[in-house]
Each structure stands twice: as C-alpha cells, then as structure tokens.
Nanobody
Framework: QVQLVESGGGSVQAGGSLTLSCAAS????????MGWYRQAPGKQRELVAA???????NYADSVKGRFTISRDNAKNTVYLAMNSLKPEDTAVYYC?????????????WGQGTQVTVST
C-alpha cells in the first residue's frame, strides 16, 4: 500500500506564497502520474495540477501562471509551488498517485493539507 504524506499547508494573506510537498513511501511514483487536487467547502474535488512520469504538466485554468508542479524522483516527492495566492485558493489540498493498468485505474490519496488564504 503506497502512502502519501502532504505537508506545507497553512494560512497566508492574499498575494502570498506556499509550497506543498507530497512524500511517497515507494518509488512507484517515478513511473506514474502524480497530481494535486483541492476541495473547498461545499464543492467537488478538482484537479489543480498533474505531472506524468514523462511529458508535459497540466494545470487548471484558475492556477495557470501562478502554480508550478514539480517532482524529485530521487526523493519520491512531488511539490506544488503556489504564488500570488487568492482567497478562492482556500481549500484542502490532496496529493494523488494515479496508476493505470489495463482496464482499470488505481488512485492513492494523501490525507490532505489545509491552505487558507485571507484578504
């Protein structure tokens, strides 16, 4: 069972920055897609950014130009650098590992880390 542990959340004023980290218990993340999702109160969980093992990253339109996802395979860790934060970025952020197998998808999730952006 892969374990994902997020850290780096907190409270910040609008315009500020935070960097989230997601440390995995296994190196399997190196060959699979990692992503960051978020869920605000009363809303569905949404994809924020994803980074495949190879190829280009993708971002939600709402965070393009402000957030950057990256990975350090040597440390089995994925990061989300968040700049120019807005109050609407307030949410619980979840790290995701997605493993694609023939005919099925396996998702692993972290426990979530709270990000609160105040005006």
């Amino acid at each position: 069972q892969v374990q994902l542990v997020e850290s780096g959340g907190g409270s910040v004023q609008a315009g500020g920055s935070l960097t989230l980290s997601c440390a995995a218990s296994e190196s399997i993340i190196r060959t699979n897609t990692m992503g960051w999702y978020r869920q605000a109160p009363g809303k569905q969980r949404e994809l924020v950014a994803a980074i495949p093992s190879g190829g280009s990253t993708n971002y939600a339109d709402s965070v393009k130009g402000r957030f950057t996802i990256s990975r350090d395979n040597a440390k089995n860790t994925v990061y989300l650098a968040m700049n120019s934060l807005k109050p609407e970025d307030t949410a619980v952020y979840y790290c995701n590992l997605r493993i694609l197998r023939p005919g099925r998808t396996i998702d692993y999730w972290g426990q979530g880390t709270q990000v609160t952006v105040s005006t």
